[in-house]
């Protein structure tokens, strides 16, 4: 029998865990008057500009009033610009970055590829590698499990 603290999934836990408080500090260390979870937002509205919250929780995997918050205080520092949209009868939110929420994403996106070239001893193709088996364990568990985020 092999001992759940020598599995797996717990590996992942904590590694998820110590990188989550590297990233903090990380983010404290440069100034950087945003946070990770905020940062993460800009990254998506980057890639997928115009997404609306329901969606960009979904990518996240928070929930939506979490979401809500996050967006909302990028939007009070300027980062982004929310604005109404007909979706069918529905209005929603749309949100993309400003050009000054654009300038720090750039700013923060290459200190963190620095900082990751830096820190790791993994080739490309062997993080390609990880990351695949990352995203299929997580697809494989959510779909045994019907894991929602609301």
């Known amino acids: 029998m092999e001992h759940y603290t020598k599995s797996l999934p717990y590996e992942l836990e904590l590694t998820s865990r110590v990188l989550h408080e590297a990233a903090k500090c990380f983010f404290e260390q440069n100034n950087f008057p945003i946070s990770q979870e905020e940062f993460i937002i800009l990254d998506c509205l980057y890639m997928y500009p115009g997404i609306?919250?329901?969606?960009?929780?979904?990518?996240?995997?928070?929930?939506?009033?979490?979401?809500?918050?996050?967006?909302?205080?990028?939007?009070?520092?300027?980062?982004?610009?929310?604005?109404?949209?007909?979706?069918?009868?529905?209005?929603?939110?749309?949100?993309?970055?400003?050009?000054?929420?654009?300038?720090?994403?750039?700013?923060?996106s290459q200190a963190m590829d620095e900082n990751i070239k830096t820190s790791n001893s993994f080739s490309d193709i062997d993080m390609k590698n990880l990351i695949a088996i990352l995203q299929r364990i997580r697809s494989e568990a959510v779909e045994k499990f019907n894991i929602k985020f609301n």
């Open 52 to 108: 609306i919250q329901i969606e960009l929780a979904k990518l996240i995997l928070k929930g939506r009033a979490h979401t809500g918050k996050f967006l909302k205080s990028l939007e009070q520092k300027g980062l982004i610009a929310r604005t109404p949209k007909n979706h069918g009868s529905k209005i929603i939110m749309e949100s993309k970055i400003t050009s000054k929420g654009l300038e720090l994403y750039m700013q923060i």
